[in-house]
């Protein structure tokens, strides 16, 4: 009896970092989907404009916690979702011990709460886990080139120990996790201001400033949609059985900053210049997702190309700007 009251309970799923740019839209086809979603926040880098929406469904709660601190829930949770951690490296790197408690002290927090309550557990790693990488492109089974002290290592060195927790709760059978290692995702609710790649050049687009690109440009990197990257990531929550190793969720498209740069430039009608800034420390040079793995396993392949994707990047933007500037009015 009691069995049957929990399948038939409508599913649960906690969404860290939920405020945020990926959190928002994983806790959109969530509740699509027909789950309960509990969105954990500390409005670090997250905004509230990105969850308004959702904030009067009877099956939405916000808790706005740091995930630093344990969490102790009133209610059972079936799903837990790890998106939590600034993931721009201006905001990762303005408290950069922030960070690797997040990644470090957070997770393990979010991994006891998914033991306590029998619970999945997925976390979002990254594609930084691989450094400035010497294989290209990056498998899951490169074990990366990563600078343990740079300015970049408090979020790529804090991915990893995360990573690592989580291979050890599967290992030692407390919790069924699942690692999605994200490259570059981009699309609407980015912050406009956070400085990131795609939002700071569509940025300075359309605001008819000069185009910054560091280094000369001839760097790539790999852009994935994020309607594609969502549906990666609760395919491989779902996936059973557990693959019991990460997995590499992005765009194979490579395209040099240079390219990006001159696509914006072009789909913004802007004649805005480029203006050449030094590369950053520990910056890689090729970044470019293997996602045989993926595609084997949860049948999955991005669907929408950089040009699709970033008519709609841009229509956010500048209908974020419009509404801005009225507001100043
Ligand atoms: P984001 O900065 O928009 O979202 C992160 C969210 O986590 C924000 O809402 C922020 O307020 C919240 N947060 C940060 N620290 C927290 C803490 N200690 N406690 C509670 N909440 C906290 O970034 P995003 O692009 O949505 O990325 C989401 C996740 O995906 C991150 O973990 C990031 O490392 C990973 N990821 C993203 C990309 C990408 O291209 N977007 C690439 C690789 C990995």
Redesign the pocket.
Known sequence: MRQSRRTQRTKSALV????????SHLCETLLQAGCRVIC???????RMENIVSMMDRPRFRLIE????RPLDLAEPVDRIFN??????PP?YQADPV?TTR?CVI?TLNLLELAARNNARFLQ?????VYGDPEQHPQREDYVGHVNCTGPRACYDEG?RTAETLCFDYLRTEMADIRVAR?????GPRM?PA?GRIVSNLVMQALEKRPLTIFGDGLQTRSFCYVSDLVDGLVRLMDVDPNPRQPVNLGNPGEFTVLQLAGLVRDMTYSNSDFKFLPLPQDDPRRRQPDISRAKTLLDWAPKVPLKQGLMQTISYFTELEASRNKDRI
């Open positions: 860290a970092g939920g405020a945020g740019f990926l959190g954990v926040d500390n409005f670090l880098t997250g916690q740091d995930i630093c998106l939590a951690c600034a993931a721009s905001r922030h997040t957070g979002a790693s990254t594609s930084e991915k994200i490259f570059n995702t981009y912050d956070d």
